[in-house]
């Protein structure tokens, strides 16, 4: 079994930073991928963010120049840095971690921006 737990997540004004984690925990064994995906209210779930095993990155043009993803291999943990926050980047968060065929999700972590 393997958990997920995100943190970080809150309230901000327009323009500010928050900087989300992720810890993989339990039966973990080679990470292929992790990332970050949203899901706003009435949307659908959408790729926000994500990272290779070998540190191939991958954002949505939405967060391009504005977002970073970046992984902690030895303590199996995805980071989101997210600057210059704008209202249309609030939505729910949600970690996503693929190893082998199997893939897992946290549990979520509300971004509120404030305009």
């Known amino acids: 079994q393997v958990q997920l737990v995100e943190s970080g997540g809150g309230l901000v004004q327009a323009g500010g930073s928050l900087r989300l984690s992720c810890v993989a925990s339990g039966s973990i064994f080679s990470i292929n991928a992790m990332g970050w995906y949203r899901q706003a209210p009435g949307k659908q779930r959408e790729l926000v963010a994500s990272i290779t095993r070998g540190g191939i990155s991958n954002y949505a043009d939405s967060v391009k120049g504005r977002f970073t993803i970046s992984t902690d291999n030895a303590n199996s943990t995805v980071y989101l840095q997210m600057n210059s926050l704008k209202p249309e980047d609030t939505a729910v968060y949600y970690c996503?971690?693929?190893?082998?065929?199997?893939?897992?999700w946290g549990q979520g972590t509300q971004v509120t921006v404030s305009s």
């Open positions: 996503h971690v693929v190893m082998g065929v199997s893939t897992y």
